[in-house]
């Protein structure tokens, strides 16, 4: 069974930065094969998609985070990365990670919260 594990929230003031991680192990494949990606769910709302990378490190991003966020990949630590800037009250929300590959599978969530 595939585990991934996230790390790096927490509470930041607006504006500021935060990065998150995400280390996969027990994978069936090579971790360079599964999409990688990070949804997020506020309370009240539904899990939404925020960013993913493929591959071929091929980036897509929702709308409300373009410019803003930034997704990576470190196929040699098998982790993926999600490094967000310029944050807002908005963006808070527990952020959980994905690999697909054939399958979905996800990580526990970590909680962002934004606010002064």
């Known amino acids: 069974q595939v585990q991934l594990v996230e790390s790096g929230g927490g509470l930041v003031q607006p504006g500021g930065s935060l990065r998150l991680s995400c280390a996969a192990s027990r994978m069936s494949y090579t971790f360079s094969r599964y999409t990688m990606g990070w949804y997020r769910q506020a309370p009240g709302k539904q899990r939404e998609l925020v960013a993913a990378?493929?591959?071929?490190?091929?980036?897509n991003y929702t709308g409300a985070v373009k410019g803003r966020f930034a997704i990576s990949r470190d196929n040699a630590k098998s982790t993926v990365y999600l490094q967000m800037n310029s944050l807002k009250p908005e963006d808070t929300a527990v952020y959980y990670c994905?690999?697909?590959?054939?399958?979905?599978?996800w990580g526990q969530g970590t909680q962002v919260t934004v606010s002064s």
């Open positions: 994905y690999a697909r590959r054939f399958l979905d599978h």
């Open positions: 990378i493929t591959t071929g490190s091929t980036t």
